[in-house]
């Protein structure tokens, strides 16, 4: 699913200068998506587009930024953001989620609007010494391409004016292995006429990985026999990323492996049972807490 933006990267700095002015690439969550969406499907009749703010992490040399979260803004009778209602919501963000900082702002669009410098130089003093950055979503592209529609861009100062050129930074999506599963589960329901998917068992779970597991080696094996037999150019690339799984596999005996996963299982199937076991028992403890509570009829 993680998609890399085709921008030209234009950056000036080094690793040498200070990490405000250094190159970086940006990683947004699947999550955050998922809010511009749904801020973009709930926006007023009459509204083209929204704005909202995102929020997330730098790495200690500022190369890396990671975007977790984002949050919707209104605008006052001016037509300028709410001051008073960013802060309010930046202020509750941050006490669940006390790591987080203002990185920039995200609107929904093809490209760059012209009235995005204003937007800018709000989220500047949040963001300072770095610059905020500006992400877009282009909802069209979501609902009528394969693609996402997402790309990020930071700004460079033009002269002495108090105008911007807005420069392409790297952005791609980056999700947890628990995010995954989510994303997974909701793609699932695309095949389904009610649109809808149900939870999977941890057997479930662990009877489609090992079927996904292999189909992917078998998909690797054909691949690596029609390279040695000439029918198949060969790519280095590939080459490279199967020889780095290869070998951070252990070497296991098979009868060995077979007692491990086996023990595993029983263990799993346990604690399954437990779980069970567990859920009835309080189950049943409630009815009877409200049998010896009923109020009698006499």
């Known amino acids: 699913m993680a998609t ?4 030209l990267c234009v950056t000036i700095g080094n690793l040498g200068t200070a990490p405000h002015q250094r190159p970086f690439s940006s990683h947004v ?23 909202g703010a995102i929020l997330g992490v730098r790495s200690d040399d500022g190369t890396e930024v990671e975007i977790r ?7 006052n009778a001016e037509g300028t953001l709410d001051d008073e209602h960013y ?3 930046y202020e509750l963000h941050r006490k669940v989620n006390p790591e987080e900082v203002v990185l920039g702002w995200y609107t929904c669009a093809n490209q760059v609007q012209r009235n995005a410098t204003p937007a800018q130089a709000f989220f500047a003093q949040d963001c300072a010494p770095f610059n905020p950055i500006h992400m877009t979503i282009d909802p069209d592209a979501l609902f009528q391409t394969d693609g996402l529609g997402l790309n990020a861009y930071t700004a460079a100062p033009v002269g002495f004016s108090d105008d911007c050129m807005f420069v392409p930074v790297p952005c791609d999506i980056k999700y947890l292995d628990a995010e995954r599963s989510g994303l997974e589960m909701l793609a699932s329901a695309k095949s389904s006429e009610t649109r809808t998917a149900s939870l999977l068992s941890d057997m479930d779970h662990l009877e489609l990985a090992i079927v996904r597991l292999q189909e992917l080696l078998e998909r690797v094996s054909k691949y690596v026999d029609s390279v040695v037999k000439g029918e198949t150019q060969p790519n280095n690339a590939i080459g490279r990323y199967i020889m780095d799984a290869v070998s951070v596999v252990p070497k296991i005996d098979p009868s060995v492996f077979e007692k491990t996963f086996n023990s595993h299982l029983q263990d799993l199937l346990m604690v399954v049972y437990l779980a069970n076991m567990t859920r009835t028992q309080l189950s049943v403890a409630e009815k009877l807490h409200l049998l010896v509570n009923a109020p009698s009829n006499n």
């Open 29 to 51: 969550s699947p999550v955050v998506l998922f809010a511009v969406l749904d801020h973009y499907l709930r926006r007023e009749q009459k509204q083209e587009s929204v704005v």
């Open 4 to 7: 890399k933006s085709d921008a």
């Open 87 to 89: 802060r309010t919501l």
């Open 69 to 75: 979260s984002a949050f919707s803004m209104i605008t």
